[in-house]
Nanobody, 125 residues
Framework: QVQLVESGGGLVQAGGSLTLSCAASGRTFSNYGMGWFRQAPGKEREFVAAINWSGSSIVYANSEKGRFAVSREGAKDTVYLQMISLKAEDTAVYFC??????????????????WGQGTQVTVSS
């Protein structure tokens, strides 16, 4: 059974930082891109960042550039999302995803095959 398990979420004050982790089990994604999305209450799931199989290609949503950094450990099938200078509007459930069906990544959630259960990030102002 394929599983993506996120961890590292929590409550942080505005301006603070968090690092999310996502560990894959049940199969390897070492040949596929992995990504992060987030979903705030009442809003659609939105793209945050993606990283290709080797880590040589990375894409961020415009609003996260400079504040978020995605990385992965291929041998461990683990992907990370380091977030700094957090804002109240970053509050959301953050989801890890793997294997896009349209290219190595997509900004559309329905293009990804595997999802984690999500981890809550709450930024207090």
């Amino acid at each position: 059974q394929v599983q993506l398990v996120e961890s590292g979420g929590g409550l942080v004050q505005a301006g603070g930082s968090l690092t999310l982790s996502c560990a894959a089990s049940g199969r390897t994604f070492s040949n596929y891109g992995m990504g992060w999305f987030r979903q705030a209450p009442g809003k659609e799931r939105e793209f945050v960042a993606a990283i290709n199989w080797s880590g040589s290609s990375i894409v961020y949503a415009n609003s996260e550039k400079g504040r978020f950094a995605v990385s992965r450990e291929g041998a461990k099938d683990t992907v990370y999302l380091q977030m700094i200078s957090l804002k109240a509007e970053d509050t959301a459930v953050y989801f890890c995803t793997a294997r896009a069906t349209t290219g190595w990544y997509s900004t559309q959630p329905n293009a990804w095959l595997y999802w984690g259960q999500g981890t809550q990030v709450t930024v207090s102002s």
